[in-house]
């Protein structure tokens, strides 16, 4: 009796194609999430989508105070909102985003409540875990 097998994958392949998929992955990624968090300031929501939690009377009568009237979150001057850009597989923006979007104690007052806008959209997210696969599975196939 005699028993054949087909091989109709290569790990070798999947090994030398790996970090280009990763890179087209991350790189996508980075841009979907720039797209994701200046959407998310625009509309004034969080990566849940809920509303953002609104500024407290203090913070509003700071910007009162020096002339600004804005009352949405994240947005005082619009220079962390312009900040905000990916290139390849990076996302940058002002250093104190990641403390808006995750909370921070300041030297003074009451401590600054998370206000989380850093994602890509549900659906770019989606789309590029989908492309993701499919790039592996063109990868490993022989």
């Known amino acids: 009796m005699e028993i054949k097998a087909k091989v109709n994958f290569d790990f070798g392949k999947l090994a030398r194609e790996l970090p280009k ?5 991350t790189s996508a990624y980075a841009k979907g999430a720039e797209e994701g968090s200046k ?25 009162k105070a020096k002339g600004n009237n804005s009352v949405a979150p994240l947005f005082e ?13 990076v ?14 104690q ?12 850093i994602s890509t959209t ?3 997210k989606q789309k590029l875990d989908k492309q993701f696969s499919e790039d592996i599975r063109k990868a490993l196939r022989k």
Do not use: H
Request: hydrophobic share 30%; glycine share 12%.
């Open 39 to 63: 959407s998310n300031i625009d509309n004034g929501t969080g990566v849940d989508g809920k509303p953002l939690t609104p500024l407290r009377s203090s913070t509003l009568a700071l910007r």
């Open 77 to 89: 001057t619009g220079a962390l909102y312009n900040s905000i850009k990916s290139k390849d597989n």
């Open 122 to 124: 549900a659906k770019d």
């Open 21 to 25: 998929a990763i890179k087209k992955y």
């Open 91 to 104: 996302l940058s923006m002002k250093g104190y985003g990641k403390e808006q979007n995750d909370g921070f």
């Open 106 to 117: 300041p030297p003074f007052g009451v401590f600054a409540v998370a206000r989380p806008f």
